[in-house]
């Protein structure tokens, strides 16, 4: 793996700490029954704004994209660098574990042959032998007018099949609309919308491209995407946590 990638052992313990104190069969049945789960209070205040506030400075990034230019709706965000923010690496490798069981089962139920190792550091071998050795964790900035179109965070033949996002900004404070929204296309049958309300701090678990769902003739798979409605007022930053890197 990289060495850049490589996240220190203090660093994912503290993360791995934190992450624990949630709920996780009651999240996994949430990401069952409807495609997202809410990871309530996941950040404080104070880390938000100091996330947020490394928009600005370059040297935290690998690359800077403007919505519009390419057609992925109006805003702006940046891709981490490695070696990412000991927060965010830390919060990646914590995160990745307990998301691979139910993305594995997800895959027993879809027919899909891919499993999952049981760390983020082994699956990230897998995409850097496959080629794909860019991070992809983002920093999102909107203004009002802003919006991301439904899209799937696919960078290269291995994708993991659930990432995180994590509000930065206060909703009725910092910024007013630009709600998170999630699509699901289920076979012949209209598509499904998910509006998921967040607060500062809160954090989104979803699908990124398929899910199963039980039917009468068992499981048939449905696809989703995701996206943000138009910022009314304010500045709203997010960060992603997408765990398999780039092309």
Known sequence: MNAHAKVAA??????????????????????????????????????CRRIAGLYPHEQHFRSHIHMARHGFGKGEYRYFRYPLPDLLGGLRSALYPRLAGVANQWNERMGQAMRYPATHAEFLEQCHAAGQTRPTPLLLQYVPGDFNCLHQDLYGDLAFPLQVAILLSEPGEDFTGGEFTLTEQRPRMQSRVEVVPLRQGDAVAFAVHNRPVQGTKGNYRVNLRHGVSRLRSGMRHTVGIIFHDAK
């Open 10 to 47: 203090s660093v994912v313990e503290a993360a791995e700490t934190r992450v624990a104190a949630y709920d996780w069969p009651a999240l996994a049945a949430e990401l069952d029954g409807f495609g997202c789960a809410v990871i309530e209070k996941l950040l404080s205040p104070q880390e």
